[in-house]
């Protein structure tokens, strides 16, 4: 059964720390599918549309993201390409909290559409393509990989309302 796992909120220097790529090797090892399994459940129940593996303590390159009903694991993700469009939205993180334990949003600009590589669970070499949200959430998580929040990029000019 996966365990939920305690996620770090800010400040914290482990949220900080660039994180290290995980050996391919090690990917179906038994403990780093735990940890997949655990990363995963920790995201649902928190209701995150995507979870790095330094918020819940470990760095290395590692985030789990929900979108559309779908769930995937990016391991050791590199964005390859980033639009020169770029779109200002707001973010929230599961690491950033107000003093009342509540997620604070902000609008953060970011590249609307890019390309991706990384592992997924078994190893196998994907690239994906994304745009608006998906894209956005991409870069939020591999963010975190690098130490960066999105408290980091908030945006001066508020996102434009629909
Ligand atoms: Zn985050």
Redesign the pocket.
């Known amino acids: 059964m996966p365990k939920l796992l305690e996620i770090l909120l800010n400040p914290n220097p482990i949220l900080r720390k660039k994180s290290l790529p995980v050996a391919v090797d090690d990917i179906l090892k038994p403990d780093f599918q735990s940890f997949l399994a655990d990363l995963k459940e920790t995201m649902i129940k928190k209701d ?1 549309a ?3 593996a330094p ?1 819940v303590g470990k760095n290395i390159r590692v985030v789990v993201i929900q979108n559309d009903n779908q769930i995937f694991f990016l391991i050791n993700p590199v964005i390859t390409k980033k639009s020169w469009a770029r779109e200002i939205e707001e ?6 909290l107000s003093k009342k334990g509540e997620i604070i949003y902000a609008p953060v600009e970011r590249h609307k559409k890019i390309n991706c590589i990384y592992l997924n669970e078994k190893g196998e070499k994907k690239k994906i393509s994304a745009e608006k949200l998906l894209a956005r959430i991409i870069q ?2 591999t ?2 990989l690098d130490g960066v ?2 408290i980091d990029k908030i945006a001066k000019i508020k996102p434009k309302k629909k």
Do not use: T
């Open positions: 995150g995507g979870l790095a918020q973010e929230g993180c599961l690491s950033v939020h998580e963010d975190h929040l999105f």
